[in-house]
């Protein structure tokens, strides 16, 4: 069973950048598809960026189109979110999870473990 640890996360100012990390044990994540996901206080969980198995196939929420990066280094075992022109509504809890099944249609699926979450606030 893999198991994901968060790391990366505080506080900016608007326009600022952070670069989430997730570094995996107890497994290899090149079996897993894995994605970020982030909750506000009050709101539903909702997925920001996904990457397949070999990590060259990735999509990003509409929302962090163009801000936000993630990348999967399946050498060092470990997931990476870079957000750029971070603003107040990307304030959250970020947390990394592995799935088992990447489709095109729907991304990272039948998720298998989650991490404990780093926050990041986002203020002007």
């Known amino acids: 069973q893999v198991q994901l640890v968060e790391s990366g996360g505080g506080s900016v100012l608007v326009g600022g950048s952070l670069r989430l990390s997730c570094v995996a044990t107890g497994d290899i994540i090149s079996r897993y598809c894995m994605a970020w996901f982030r909750q506000a206080p009050g709101k539903e969980r909702e997925v920001v960026a996904h990457a397949s198995q070999s990590g060259k196939s990735r999509a990003t929420v509409d929302s962090a189109q163009g801000r936000f990066t993630i990348s999967k280094d399946n050498v060092k075992n470990t997931l990476y979110l870079q957000m750029n022109t971070l603003q107040p509504e990307d304030t959250a809890m970020y947390y990394c999870?592995?799935?088992?099944?990447?489709?095109?249609?729907?991304?990272?699926?039948?998720?298998?473990?989650w991490g404990q979450g780093t926050q990041v606030t986002v203020s002007s």
């Open positions: 999870a592995a799935g088992v099944n990447w489709s095109f249609s729907s991304g990272c699926n039948s998720i298998s473990a």
